[in-house]
């Protein structure tokens, strides 16, 4: 039995210390998302848009989608993805400084709020960095998923009902049965 307990002290010790060490605050200033967005404007909003998710050649940088990707994974993921693919046909080409100001605007424009310390450059301390899971929509993986409302006309709305009337004399045009009647 003390065995057991020395087996179960130390495996708490090493998932605490694990976690003590990952875990590292997601933060960025507002002076971060404004340079993010001055280059932005300039390099990206040509194929993502000006909203971050309008453009017509590139995948939108926010919303549901975009958080079920990043969310809950290290802030470096979106960091590198920048880092190594954009601007395209040219990746790489800006500073680290830069990457992590376009990484501040576009958690911010999907509603992580900024804070007081800026964002590193450095991808090892964004490994430690998680950015917050969006929610989960049940709805978002649906095949069942409510379709808009349209008012439609329907070929029923054209059809006249069927009384007992009609049917004990019905129009000589109106035939209700293959002979006209059942006899």
């Given amino acids: 039995m003390s065995k057991d307990l020395v087996y179960a002290a130390a495996l708490c010790a090493l998932t605490g210390a694990g976690v003590s ?13 404004a ?33 079920r990707k990043y969310g809950g994974k290290p802030a470096r993921a979106l960091f590198d993805v920048l880092r190594t693919t ?9 500073s680290a400084e830069i990457y992590a100001a376009l990484t501040a605007l576009i958690l911010e424009q999907n509603d992580i709020v900024a804070g007081a310390s800026a964002l590193p450059a450095d991808p090892a301390v964004l ?12 709805m978002a993986f649906s095949p069942y998923t409510a379709r808009p409302a349209v008012d439609r006309p329907t070929p029923l ?8 009337d ?18």
């Fill in 86 to 94: 954009m601007p395209t046909g040219n990746p790489g080409s800006l």
């Fill in 21 to 33: 060490a990952q875990e590292v605050a997601l933060s960025f200033t507002a002076a971060q998302v």
């Fill in 35 to 67: 340079q993010g967005r001055s280059v932005y404007d300039t390099a990206c909003a040509t194929c993502h848009g000006a909203n971050l998710d309008d453009g017509p050649l590139a995948a939108p940088l926010k919303g549901d989608a975009f958080m």
């Fill in 127 to 138: 490994a430690r960095m998680q950015v917050p899971a969006g929610g989960f929509s049940f």
């Fill in 166 to 183: 009609s049917t004990a004399a019905p129009p000589a045009g109106d035939w209700l049965g293959w002979r006209r009647s059942y006899d």
């Fill in 157 to 164: 709305d054209d059809f006249d009902a069927v009384t007992d």
